[in-house]
């Protein structure tokens, strides 16, 4: 008793652990107190908390493995082709989307209007009222990028005549795939469809495509993984800011445009379609993304994240020791900045692959390497640095080739660690841009959000069971 009294006697010093209303009231005594953010792994759920238990040993070789693999790749780009020569399992009747699988009727507006635009590009319909009928009907077959050895941004739809970037990645064999970008705005990957934006991509495809073939191939490939690297300290995160990796790139294709015997009219226009569109790299990014992180689709007992996309309705995850399954939940709302004239009430749920940037360790992931980036989709500068920090907590390395200088040049956090994600109940952040909810309108805007929950969840239950 003696020694209780002695405690209580002077003065208390306490560390508070999860309830905050212990602290409060401990504070209103002006008893000194500290208040640690602190929850039980899994929020306490008990079913959760034993599939913990079991897979972390299990998992640790495999994701050691794993998040080499997706350092040590190597994406070069070597060619530009049209898509349908390419992609495999491209047909005709074809149009491939971004995120999990999804059918007309669940379709959300935007990406329903890139499709409409799609077969009017191809000239399979006259106008908007004609392509609907026709993607109503069933004589067009839908399919995720992701199952193609591709990835699209937004809305994500690739059509058979589209020139896409061949990326392989030179480390393990494999290649991945992705349409040229076409610009902000109004673009059909926000699900706009005018004359504008047809006449746009038959210049793509008649002009740029070619183009950039002939010079990529006199290049002799491009290696995309060193100008990531570069435009990483030059404040891009290579997701939603591309200026320094546009610029880079363009400078590294421009001395083979310069050997073509493309005339310089034609140089001018594609010189000037770049320049004037700082999301040119996005495209090329994300193919590198596919290439390196499909190395570790069916790796046997890894628990890091191979894919997350977006379809607007749904997003979806896979994890690398369960092969090529999707397990999804309804799309998340970006909270952010929105262009004059919209509001978030226009918003469309959050689509597009390019979530693949993150699940690279990109992105945003790499927020603090682009501090700027908080202009674009909200928040502020510090907001930026706290997004990647908190990425630390759920991945299983820091990447070797991906560093941020304002954290002393410290690796990008990559390995997105299913395990991790549930323990701490932290989910990947994405920064993204908004489209609006009907089709034919284009961007309003650009934002931030996080993965739920629910999906990382059901694939830890999935796991379990084998």
């Excluded at 077959?141 to 990645?169: L, Q, T």
Aim: hydrophobic letters at 40%.
């Amino acid at each position: 008793m003696s020694k209780i009294s002695d405690i209580f006697g002077k003065e208390m010093k306490v560390i508070n652990m999860g309830l905050e209303t212990f602290h409060s009231s401990m504070e209103r005594q002006n008893v000194k107190v500290i208040q640690i953010d602190w929850t039980p792994p899994a929020k306490g759920n008990k079913k959760l908390i034993s599939a913990l238990l079991k897979l972390k040993k299990l998992s640790e070789k495999a994701n050691k493995e794993g998040v080499e693999r997706i350092i040590n790749s190597q994406p070069v780009l070597f060619d530009v082709r049209k898509a349908i020569d390419v992609i495999p399992g491209m047909h005709k009747n074809m149009l491939l989307h971004a995120g999990p699988p999804v059918t007309w009727d669940m379709m959300c507006g935007p990406v329903r209007g890139a499709c409409m635009g799609a077969l009017i590009y191809e000239g399979l319909a006259e106008n908007p009222q004609e392509a609907e009928k026709i993607l109503s009907r069933g004589e067009i077959e839908f399919s995720p990028c992701h199952h193609h050895s591709a990835v699209g941004p937004m809305a994500g739809i690739v059509s058979p005549s589209m020139y896409v970037y061949c990326i392989e990645n030179q480390t393990f064999g494999n290649r991945a795939y992705s349409t040229l970008n076409e610009g902000l705005g109004k673009a059909l990957r926000f699900g706009s469809y005018d004359k504008e934006i047809i006449q746009r991509l038959k210049w793509m495809e008649h002009v740029l495509g070619p183009a950039l073939q002939g010079a990529v191939r006199l290049s002799g490939g491009i290696n995309i993984k060193n100008l990531t690297a570069q435009a990483l300290q030059m404040g891009d995160e290579c997701h939603n800011r591309n200026v320094a990796a546009s610029t880079l790139f363009l400078k590294e294709i421009t001395p083979s445009l310069l050997k073509s015997d493309l005339s310089k009219e034609i140089i001018t226009e594609i010189f000037l379609f770049i320049t004037s569109n700082v999301h040119s790299f996005l495209n090329l990014s994300m193919a590198a993304c596919k290439a390196s992180t499909d190395t570790i689709l069916g790796l046997k007992n890894s628990t890091l994240l191979s894919a997350m996309a977006r379809n607007g309705t749904d997003i979806g995850i896979r994890i690398a020791g369960l092969g090529e399954r999707w397990f999804t939940a309804p799309a998340g709302e970006p909270k952010g900045l929105y262009f004059p004239g919209f509001t978030a009430e226009d918003a469309n749920p959050d689509l597009g692959d390019s979530t693949v940037s993150e699940v690279a360790g990109i992105g945003g992931f790499a927020m603090a390497s682009a501090p700027a980036i908080v202009k674009f989709i909200g928040g502020t500068p510090s907001d930026a640095v706290k997004f990647t920090k908190k990425m630390y907590e759920i991945t299983v390395a820091e990447h070797r080739d991906y560093q941020i200088p304002s954290l002393d040049f410290r690796g990008t956090p990559v390995g997105v660690d299913l395990c991790k994600v549930i323990e701490k109940g932290i989910t990947p952040v994405i920064n993204t841009g908004i489209a609006h909810k009907k089709p034919g309108v284009g961007q309003v805007g650009a934002g931030i959000l996080y993965a739920p929950l629910k999906c990382f969840e059901d694939a830890l239950e999935a796991f379990v069971e084998l």
